[in-house]
């Protein structure tokens, strides 16, 4: 599988972006998508997550805020990041939980980040 992740950018504070993330090549069954993000000197934190089933999850720092959806027809991942602050900068990553082949087992894939700054 290969994943590239687009829509980040400048904005300015109280902005809004929207990540996308669309999934490629082979594979079987993606279960679960993620957004992570890492700014400088930190250490990656969880965004959101969202299921095959549609169950999601979000990091305390952007509830209420962020939005993530997906379309499985697109094998596509979005998030919508609203009332965007500074201390939303980060790299953001894009994350599958997914199955290479019918009856083999599920693994984490990470595709490259896309900058997300937030400044006036």
């Known amino acids: 599988v290969q994943l590239q992740a687009s829509g980040g950018g400048l904005v300015q504070p109280g902005g809004s972006l929207r990540l996308s993330c669309e999934a490629s090549g082979s594979f079987f069954v993606i279960g679960r998508w993620g957004w992570y993000r890492q700014a400088p000197g930190k250490q990656r934190e969880l965004v959101a997550t969202?299921?095959?089933?549609?169950?999601?999850n979000y990091g305390e720092p952007v509830k209420g805020r962020f939005t993530i959806s997906r379309d499985v027809a697109k094998n596509t991942a979005y998030l919508q990041m609203n009332s965007l602050k500074p201390e939303d900068t980060a790299l953001y990553y894009c994350?599958?939980?997914?199955?290479?082949?019918?009856?083999?087992?599920?693994?984490?894939?990470w595709g490259q980040g896309t900058q997300v700054t937030v400044s006036s």
């Open positions: 994350n599958v939980f997914y199955s290479p082949m019918v009856n083999m087992p599920m693994s984490d894939y």
């Open positions: 969202i299921t095959l089933g549609g169950n999601t």
